[in-house]
Structures are given as C-alpha cells and as structure tokens.
C-alpha cells in the first residue's frame, strides 16, 4: 500500500513559478511510475508529467513543455513539480499518482493518488 500526499500549490501570479511534492508513506516509490496530473472545473482530468521507475525517463504534455520539470529525490519517497512560467490555464487541482506499469499518460493506469493540492495562476 501506497499514501501520497502532495504540498506545494497556492497562488502566484502569471510568469511566476512553484515546485510540488509528492510524498510517499508505506513505501518507497522507487518502485513505480509517477505521474502527475491536474483537473480544472468543468474540465476533465488531463495529464502533466510522468517519470518512470528506471532510467529517469520523463514525460510531459505538450502544453507544460519547456516550463515544467518533473523529478525523483534519491531515497525514492519524494517526487517533485518545479512550474515555472506559469499560465493562467495552468490553474487547477493537481494530483500525484503512482503506477506499477508503464502506461504513463492514463490516469485508469495508475493504482494509487493523493488528495491534490490547488494551484492558482492570476493574470
């Protein structure tokens, strides 16, 4: 079993940056994909950025490229959002979720997510 619990999100405004954590408890997440994916009102659950369990290999949507980086600590318990460059449409709940495969862009893939934290982009 897996917690997680994300940190991080407020408000800033536009061209601003935050960094999100997402904290694991029960076990390392070493072992698992983790992605990272945000929700605004009204709209559907869309992926941001995902990295995988060997190599470091990274993910991201096509609207947070260039200004999102998405990262593992050693210990395999911590992974983070570094945001820069933020956008008014980048406002929204955003969840970490952690998979045991590899299908890194489907939120059904994943097994396990936090609570989500709110970020708010003001322009």
């Known amino acids: 079993q897996v917690q997680l619990v994300e940190s991080g999100g407020g408000l800033v405004q536009a061209g601003g940056s935050l960094r999100l954590s997402c904290a694991a408890s029960g076990r390392s997440l070493s072992s698992y994909t983790v992605g990272w994916f945000r929700q605004a009102p009204g709209k559907e659950r869309e992926f941001v950025a995902a990295?995988?369990?060997?190599?470091?290999?990274?993910y991201y949507a096509d609207s947070v490229k260039g200004r999102f980086t998405i990262s593992r600590d050693n210990a395999g318990n911590t992974v983070f959002l570094q945001m820069n460059s933020l956008k008014p449409e980048d406002t929204a709940i955003y969840y970490c979720?952690?998979?045991?495969?590899?299908?890194?862009?489907?939120?059904?893939?994943?097994?396990?997510w936090g609570q989500g934290t709110q970020v708010t982009v003001s322009s």
């Open positions: 979720a952690a998979s045991r495969l590899y299908i890194y862009n489907s939120a059904a893939s994943y097994d396990y």
């Open positions: 990295i995988r369990r060997s190599g470091g290999i990274t």
